[in-house]
């Protein structure tokens, strides 16, 4: 029987990076996408409106957040989430619209 040589794990992370398929990430090797693997396309505009979404989010020293996206097939219409933002312990889902130069909320109060 030959036994195979001792190749350092450094080296053959290198290696499989190189394939870009498998990673070594927390002591073993996982398969990973290829970055540029088409099927990141698919959740690019989910990642995006994601983040657009983390940029909008307001807290307090008390756990308090606000935060409000726009749907993205109806212009100035989305929802607000707001838990202890304007009234302390009270979560508040909020459906705005604003088309039609008007102001429409549906409130829920939860």
């Excluded at 990141?40 to 957040?65: M, Q, R």
């Amino acid at each position: 029987m030959i036994k195979a040589p001792y190749i350092p794990t450094e080296l053959l992370d290198i290696i499989l990076q190189y394939d870009g398929r498998i990673k070594y990430k927390n002591g073993t090797f996982v398969n990973i996408i290829h970055k540029n693997d088409e099927r990141y396309d698919i959740v690019k505009p989910l990642i995006s409106k994601k983040i657009e979404i983390f940029k909008t989010i307001t807290t307090t020293y008390d756990h308090s957040f606000y935060f409000q996206f726009g749907f993205n097939t109806i212009d100035h219409v989305g929802l607000c989430y707001d838990l202890g933002f304007n009234e302390c312990g009270v979560f508040e889902i909020c459906y705005y619209d604003t088309r039609n130069a008007g102001w429409e909320q549906i409130r829920t109060y939860i």
